[in-house]
């Protein structure tokens, strides 16, 4: 069985949207996890199995794109003469 934590962000093995955990396994609801997430502009929150559930992959790094400097020409640089 998977073990989540709060603030894991999962989604159902099926697919669907993200979730966040927010209570893991009480006593009295071993193996189920408390998932909030947004539907429709709703908030909506439920417990749900382990099992159904895996983490959703953290994204990739970002890439980042340095602007290029401009090219001093040959007559700044006093080869054009």
Same mark, same amino acid.
């Given at each position: 069985?998977?073990?989540? *934590?709060? =603030?894991? /962000?999962?989604?159902?093995?099926?697919?669907?949207?993200?979730?966040?955990? !927010?209570?893991?396994? @009480?006593?009295? *609801?071993? =193996?189920? /996890?408390?998932?909030?997430?947004?539907?429709?502009?709703?908030?909506?929150? !439920?417990?749900?199995? @382990?099992?159904?559930?895996?983490?959703?992959?953290?994204?990739?790094?970002?890439?980042?794109?340095?602007?290029?400097?401009?090219?001093?020409?040959?007559?700044?640089?006093?080869?054009?003469?």
């Amino acid at each position: 069985m998977a073990e989540f *934590k709060p =603030g894991d /962000v999962v989604w159902f093995k099926s697919g669907g949207p993200e979730m966040t955990v !927010e209570i893991c396994g @009480e006593a009295d *609801k071993e =193996g189920m /996890v408390f998932c909030r997430w947004y539907e429709n502009k709703q908030t909506k929150s !439920e417990w749900l199995s @382990e099992v159904i559930l895996e983490l959703v992959p953290p994204p990739s790094a970002p890439i980042v794109v340095q602007p290029m400097r401009p090219r001093a020409s040959a007559a700044w640089l006093g080869r054009n003469r």
